[in-house]
């Protein structure tokens, strides 16, 4: 293998060496692209690199993570200096050595790499490896945190996309919907056209310019007359029923994110409340936006409840579809206390898709015991489903006021089941 004094070589001599066969370790390729000033060197690299990637097993992925890690990290001396230098004369020069010194090479190290075709792509699932990884090596997120300021940026809602997807979109896009639908599963091609094709039936997904064939994330609307209790009204309507003539309510039922790799980077609220806009234009007589959604942390959470209280223990043992007035009374008050008032560390709900919604700027409207009797429904939640609603005309305000006072906005029958 020849010496990697890559900073003396020549773009030219470089470039011949990458025509040669691909010998190179990873390691030894990462240096060359940092060291190489061509572009077409760089669009070399990147492929010989992200080839080399896609080689590796999952120790040699923990490796490569590892050298992220160390040596392409910040130098602290370089910023000490640079901090010092900015202290004393805050001009432009100074700015800019501190701003340098202050980012991780490896962010530079993953821009060049992003800059072959398809690079993109195969870089959200370097990321999706990463955050298996972190699981048992939690010094690793500190990569992941370079992984996440790139993508928020390359991700950004002015680059995104939303596409009507129905039942005439080409068949390798749809057969992604079958594959990503993440809440409530396609298990045939006839079932996800009776997804598709009715005529009060919607569904929209964000794509991005780099992955104009992969959905980043899709929304599956229901038009209704109503706001649907349980999710079987959705999706086991009869065929033979007409839809609505005139419908007055948008029901969100599925929202899926296609990629593992792309967690933390938040577009289904803006796909949400696009598809509103969009739909309200379409159909003027639209007065009511809401979901059907699961609560999916709801069942974990009670577990632990019952290590300390034998009547939740009992509730465990003794619910199923076929439960009486007073185990359905007992679940939907432990249902309003779970998502009202159990908090994380961040003193947001322990519900993930609680979260979500309230971020958005929903309202928890009402709370559906039995919304969804299928077996993964009872065993995700007791069959426990709720409706979070977006009022238009004030979702900023309740986004406002859940993002600076953790208020949790709630309609009054909800509020009622816990006396308040």
């Given at each position: ?17 990458l ?23 760089s ?10 990637y ?24 370089d ?19 501190i ?29 999706e ?43 390798h ?63 086991h ?6 839809a ?41 007589q639209?007065?009511t ?17 019952a ?114």
């Amino acid at each position: 293998m020849p010496s990697l004094r890559i900073d003396r070589w020549t773009p030219s001599a470089l470039r011949k060496h990458l025509f040669k066969e691909e010998t190179e370790t990873i390691e030894s390729l990462c240096r060359m692209m940092m060291n190489s000033d061509g572009e077409y060197s760089s669009l070399l690299l990147a492929e010989r690199i992200l080839n080399a990637y896609e080689k590796l097993d999952e120790a040699e992925r923990l490796d490569f993570f590892n050298l992220l890690r160390t040596e392409y990290d910040v130098d602290a001396d370089d910023i000490k200096a640079a901090a010092r230098a900015y202290a004393q004369d805050s001009d432009a020069e100074n700015l800019l050595r501190i701003t340098a010194a202050a980012e991780p090479g490896r962010q530079e190290l993953l821009r060049r790499i992003n800059l072959v075709s398809g690079g993109t792509r195969r870089l959200v699932k370097m990321r999706e490896h990463l955050l298996a990884a972190m699981r048992e090596n939690p010094e690793l997120k500190k990569i992941d945190t370079d992984f996440h300021h790139l993508f928020n940026a390359w991700f950004n809602r002015g680059f995104l996309l939303m596409e009507p997807l129905d039942w005439t979109t080409p068949a390798h896009i749809l057969e992604k919907i079958i594959a990503y639908e993440a809440v409530h599963e396609i298990e045939s091609w006839s079932e996800l056209r009776r997804r598709l094709e009715p005529a009060d039936r919607y569904c929209y997904g964000f794509f991005h310019p780099s992955m104009e064939d992969e959905p980043l994330v899709f929304v599956e609307v229901a038009l209704t007359d109503q706001i649907p209790r349980g999710i079987g009204e959705i999706l086991h309507r009869d065929p033979s029923t007409e839809a609505p003539e005139n419908p007055s309510c948008a029901i969100f039922y599925s929202i899926s994110n296609c990629h593992r790799g792309l967690a933390g980077v938040s577009f289904g609220n803006f796909l949400i409340k696009q598809v509103a806009t969009s739909l309200k234009l379409r159909f003027p007589q639209l007065k009511t936006f809401s979901t059907i959604s699961p609560v999916s942390g709801f069942r974990r959470w009670l577990e632990l409840q019952a290590e300390e209280r034998d009547d939740i223990t009992s509730l465990l043992a003794e619910f199923d579809a076929q439960a009486d007035e007073n185990q359905r009374n007992d679940l939907e008050k432990l249902a309003t206390v779970y998502l009202l008032e159990q908090k994380n560390d961040r003193n947001e709900p322990l519900d993930p898709v609680a979260r979500f919604h309230l971020k958005n700027g929903a309202v928890l409207e009402r709370i559906n015991i039995l919304g969804n009797p299928s077996d993964k429904g009872m065993e995700r939640s007791l069959g426990t489903m709720v409706n979070y609603v977006y009022d238009l005309s004030r979702v900023e305000d309740h986004h406002e006021e859940y993002v600076r006072n953790h208020r949790i906005i709630a309609s009054a029958q909800v509020k009622k089941l816990l006396g308040k």
